[in-house]
């Protein structure tokens, strides 16, 4: 049975006798969903689903196609790994096969990016309801003057029913994200995570904005009551979709963005927010999402008599998730786009307790923390960590980024330059000891506002300054509304030679990290590196 599309799956070569829901609204998603079993409604009016043995991404199950198109604007190695286009082909074969067995599929038609000459349009066809509510939240959903006529120019199929053969397929397992360049096609299978699609498009976006010259973000945005944009950089857990969600600030989005010469533009139109431990007091706007009918909480324990959540419960993940329309916070950007940006925020989630909790950037300095993109993972965020762990994600988004790191850093650079943009690095992590150490807790969130705020409104540029001595960016002495000992990391370990060993040791793993990119940047990029106490 063909439902009413501008471009039917026919014409892309998809034939299946299934019952086709196309671009269906959150209600009847919602009642599909339930209706077939795939989630429950919670006592406020959210959409309460699990995604089994996957709580996450599998990024060690994504591919790119490798052939004439990407043979040379791929990054190759750990992070794009190839796949021939012979077992593409059998993958492709067998996605349709299993297609044309459905009963019910649903099919999206929407856009990836909000301003209108650099968005690409994308359709999503899902065998689950709830993922096609997902995609749907997510996405910049056209409105029906701009579905008339719609025609994909990529698409994406999710089928977390289907099962990889290693040795057909060329997968690593029965889970597979198989990404075609060339035929403008994504396969997924093996896994019901959702963000596995939405960072599907950012992967498009990655590849296609920069022979724009239209720099790609892993980034929240938002905008002041001066009218400036700052964009906060920043990888899971390092706290962008909680900052960004500024009660005093109108927010353009939550996780990916555009910047272009004219504007930051949004490549979404929901937000994706993590859940556990979530609190009225410290996130109110992010909070408030999980009483909204519209809302997909992943993950998130339910009781199942009274159907009242328990967002502090992480017995089905670390990493349970709501996904909220982004008109779901009250000052969200209407047309979620805004100026250029006045200031860069670099944010990460120290687990070591060595930097502060802000600090000013030279640009050289920005280029540098930005190709560096570290965070650290603690014990209970993943399976096997036990002790603080350096990551370091190229660009705040390597697992998303298919084009050598110096292409995305450069265009920042570049940006930076032109705009005479102020950067900042800001520690939302551990403070006084390593998260590991008993009694230690991460960065007050009240405080690192207050810093952002003295960053943003300008005031932060008029404090005293001091030059750490580790990494050379320059950190304030005093701020209002913020205790002096907050700024000053080593004073507030109990043992201060324990601090200088820890800081070395973090300088070391930067140092050993960068080696990767010194080839491929300026001297000043270069001389902005941390300082190991051989050479100090």
Known sequence: MTASLSFPLDRQGIATDAKIHANFGTAKLVEHAIARGEGKLAADGPLVVETGKHTGRSAKDKFIVRDAETENTVWWGKVNVPMTPEHFAALKADFMKALGEKDTLYVADLFGGSQPEHRVKVRVINELAWHNLFIRTLLVRPDASELDGFEPEYTIIDLPSFRADPERHGSRSETVVAVNFSEKLILIGGTAYAGEMKKSVFGILNYLLPTKGVMPMHCSANIGDDGSTAVFFGLSGTGKTTLSADASRELIGDDEHGWSDTAVFNFEGGCYAKMIRLSAEA???????????????????????????????????????????????????????????????????????????????????????????????VAGTEIGVTEPQATFSTCFGAPFMPRHPSVYGNLLKERIAKGGVKCWLVNTGWFGGKATQEGIKRMPIQATRALLNAALDGSLNDSEFREDPNFGFEVPVHVNGVEDRLLDQRSAWADADEYDATAQNLVRLFIDNFSQFEAHVDEGVRKAAPHSAATA
Do not use: C, W
């Open 283 to 377: 996130e109110p706007e992010i909070f408030a999402t999980t009483k909204r009918f519209g809302t997909v909480l992943e993950n998130v324990v339910m009781d199942p008599e009274t159907r009242t959540l328990d967002l502090d419960d992480a017995t089905l993940a670390e990493n349970s998730r709501g996904a909220y329309p982004i008109d779901f916070i009250p000052n969200a950007s209407a047309d979620n786009m805004g100026p250029v940006p006045a200031n860069v925020i670099m944010l990460t989630a120290d687990a070591f307790g060595v930097l502060p909790p802000i600090a000013r950037l030279t640009p050289d300095q920005a280029m540098y923390h930005f190709l560096s993109g570290y965070t650290a993972k």
